[in-house]
């Protein structure tokens, strides 16, 4: 019998987090996709400390309305921004088990878009 879901997503995470290393001068930008919400935050790994993050269920971006694909385009464009403002200009994407496609994609190309470079 083969894997479930989400222990060959688990695999995957596992495979994806050997490779790609948050560093002080690139940070890891994590991805986290529940059914409803979206989250993503900007990981030092060398500290174990989160740098900067941005959720849907943020206040400003609670209020905003549209598909789920159009909301995790925003949350991309905000932690950009407020990686921009901490100093961070390029980051190494962890999609996090998730394929890149539908909203990972989107986050992905929200940020690359307010200049977050990976």
């Known amino acids: 019998m083969g894997l479930s879901k989400t222990e060959r997503r688990e695999r995957i995470r596992k495979r994806i987090r050997k490779v790609s290393f948050g560093t002080t001068e690139r940070p890891r930008l994590s991805v986290y996709r529940s059914n409803k919400e979206i989250y993503a935050q900007i990981i030092d790994d060398n ?3 989160t740098l900067v993050a941005a959720s849907s269920r943020d ?3 609670n209020k ?3 598909t789920k ?3 995790a385009n925003l949350v991309g464009k905000a932690v950009a921004e407020k990686a921009k403002k901490a100093g961070i200009e ?3 994407f962890d999609r996090g088990g ?3 496609h539908g909203r990972v ?3 992905a190309e929200g940020a690359r878009e307010a200049g977050l470079k990976f």
């Open 64 to 66: 905003a309305k549209g």
């Open 47 to 49: 500290n174990g400390t």
């Open 59 to 61: 206040k400003e971006l």
């Open 69 to 71: 694909i159009e909301i």
């Open 90 to 92: 390029a980051v190494a």
């Open 105 to 107: 994609k989107s986050l």
């Open 98 to 100: 998730n394929l890149y």
